[in-house]
């Protein structure tokens, strides 16, 4: 069965303080990957797509990096506008292509 | 560009009775679909379409229904609220049929009691 977990659950950082978030997976045959943030009473909002094992992708502060079996979500230098819940997904290759299996998220908090 | 727009914001139900929440995209999106979103549980999708007509179940579409008369507007009816549907529902609209870069409303908050 196609799976998503992400971890930690909840990070609190220090502004400046860089760290990372991880989604691990489980599907037969990955299409792609997805991270999403979403602030709180909102819709999640999309940041990346990564469809290969080695494949990088950059905005500001966050860096997306893929793996055969997760992702990493790099936070440099976090400032308190980043505190959201950042959100994985993942869609498997064949069948319904078109449906994402989401996992329950990371909870940022950045204090200044 | 007001992008997906979902109404109503916030709704009340008892046990038993219909609605109907409404979803609308500007942006000539073929891709819309309905996701619910619970604590501790990821986002769900309920029902999907990919264009005008066509409509499919996702993963939880029991007590659902949904219809795609335009492009535009992807409405989803509850039958007979059950206390089980309480949740955050929220619409989303791809210009793909394969849902990449899915774009969200501001999700619609239900309780049923």
């Known amino acids: 069965e196609d799976q998503v977990t992400q971890s930690p659950e909840a990070l609190r950082l220090q502004e400046g303080e860089s760290s990372s978030l991880n989604c691990s997976y489980t599907?037969?045959?990955?299409?792609?990957l997805f991270w999403y943030r979403q602030d709180p009473g909102k819709g999640p909002e999309f940041l990346f797509t990564?469809?290969?094992a080695g494949e990088e992708k950059e905005k500001e502060r966050l860096k997306a990096t893929l793996t055969k079996k997760e992702s990493f979500l790099h936070i440099t230098a976090p400032k308190p506008e980043d505190s959201a819940t950042y959100l994985c997904a993942v869609q498997a290759r064949g069948g319904a292509t078109n449906k994402l299996i989401f996992g329950t998220g990371t909870l940022l908090a950045v204090q200044p | 560009n007001a992008g997906v727009t979902q109404t109503p914001k916030f709704q009340v139900l008892k046990t038993g009775q219909s609605m109907t929440l409404q979803c609308a995209q500007d942006?000539?999106?073929?891709?819309m679909s309905w996701y619910r979103q619970d604590p501790g549980m990821g986002l769900r999708l309920i029902h999907y379409s990919v264009g005008a007509g066509i409509t499919d179940q996702g993963e939880v579409p029991n007590g659902y229904n949904v219809s795609r008369s335009t492009t535009e507007d992807f409405p989803l009816r509850l039958l007979s609220a059950a206390p089980s549907q309480t949740s955050v529902y929220f619409c989303?609209?791809?210009?793909?049929?394969?849902?990449?870069?899915?774009?969200f409303g501001s999700g619609t908050q239900l309780s049923v009691l």
């Open positions: 990564l469809y290969s």
């Open positions: 989303a609209s791809s210009p793909t049929r394969t849902a990449e870069k899915l774009f």
């Open positions: 599907v037969s045959g990955l299409r792609g």
């Open positions: 942006m000539n999106h073929e891709y």
